[in-house]
């Protein structure tokens, strides 16, 4: 959905919003249609009367996105399985504004939306405290503890020990090459002790029902998929950065498109986020997709 590009102040600003109401609602389709309102409530509104037209449109949409997550909150109550925010393939632009990791998403899940709302306006997108108050309807000291606690209960979810971008994609492609060949040994070097894997399957197509925890379960998993490979080889697209984390795009048994993102502390994987509901990879561009990749780890050096 676009919105007309003849108004300067929503144009200038259309960005920043989609990502604001991508990271309060984990959905890149409801993002849009939350900026779509607004936009059109922006339209209804005398230009005349606007001295702040930024901390108008931040106020709009950060009220439409609370709105939303009323319903959304209701949604995941019924969802089936683990669930995971819509995954962002290869988002600079993302990236570069702030650092919000599909993991520190999460973490987001857990918070109250007003804790929520107040994090990501003040912490990631810069404002102050008397606008933050006004666009989430709180006096500032309210804001203030709200934003405080959001930081108390995601601050586990940062990373602790990051890797460059390289280093994360020549991971990626060892755990692609070691989980598809079924070579275990060399799977287990990969991941830490307490690694934990969550796949979203919506109920949409097969997958786990519920987070696998430790190494052991993890491997186990593996050993029998190991042999559904074997029946069914597993084609990567390529490898790409996944809401900020390394990871792969691949075309698994029954045609099924999934993503993969790896979280790597210490040279070790310590989570593995796979996305295999096919209503939340509509959008991942389908050239993106098919972009040329290295045939397996051997194009990429790796020591482990």
Same mark, same amino acid.
């Given at each position: 959905m676009t919105d007309a590009p003849a108004d300067p102040p929503f144009s200038a600003l259309r960005p920043r919003l989609v990502r604001l109401a991508y990271r309060m609602l984990g959905s890149v389709a409801d993002a849009e249609d939350v900026v779509h309102d607004a936009y059109l409530r922006w339209l209804a509104t005398d230009p005349e009367t606007v001295r702040q037209p930024a901390a108008l449109l931040h106020t709009i949409v950060t009220r439409l996105c609370l709105n939303e997550l009323k319903s959304a909150r209701r949604r995941r109550e019924t969802y089936v399985g683990p669930w995971l925010p819509e995954p962002i393939v290869d988002?600079?632009?993302?990236?570069?504004? =702030?650092?919000?990791?599909?993991?520190?998403?999460i973490a987001l899940e857990r918070l109250s939306p007003l804790e929520r709302a107040a994090f990501l306006l003040h912490d990631v997108f810069g404002m102050g405290f008397d606008d933050v108050a006004s666009a989430i309807g709180r006096d500032a000291a309210a804001c203030r503890k709200l934003a405080s606690r959001a930081r108390d209960h995601? $601050?586990?979810?940062?990373? $602790?020990?990051?890797?460059?971008?390289?280093?994360g994609l020549e991971i990626a492609a060892a755990f692609f090459t070691a989980s598809r060949h079924g070579d275990l040994d060399r799977l287990r070097l990969l991941l830490a002790d307490d /690694?934990?894997?969550? @796949? =979203?399957?919506?109920?949409? /197509? #097969?997958?786990?029902? $519920? #987070?696998?925890?430790?190494?052991?379960e993890v491997m186990a998993r593996h050993a029998q998929l190991a042999q559904e490979f074997e029946r069914s080889p597993s084609r990567l697209l390529r490898y790409a950065v996944i809401d900020g984390l390394p990871g792969f795009l691949s075309v698994e048994g029954g045609g099924i498109v999934q993503t993969t993102a790896l979280q790597i502390e210490r040279g070790r994987i310590v989570a593995l986020y796979i996305t295999r509901n096919p209503d939340k990879l509509r959008r /991942? =561009?389908?050239?993106?997709?098919? $972009?040329?990749?290295?045939?397996?780890?051997?194009?990429?050096? /790796? @020591?482990v």
């Open positions: 988002a600079e632009e993302m990236e570069a504004i =702030d650092d919000i990791t599909l993991p520190l998403m995601i $601050r586990a979810a940062r990373p $602790r020990f990051p890797v460059t971008k390289e280093q /690694v934990a894997a969550r @796949t =979203d399957g919506g109920g949409k /197509v #097969p997958a786990s029902q $519920r #987070p696998l925890i430790g190494i052991e /991942v =561009d389908g050239a993106s997709m098919h $972009r040329k990749a290295p045939a397996d780890a051997a194009a990429m050096r /790796v @020591t």
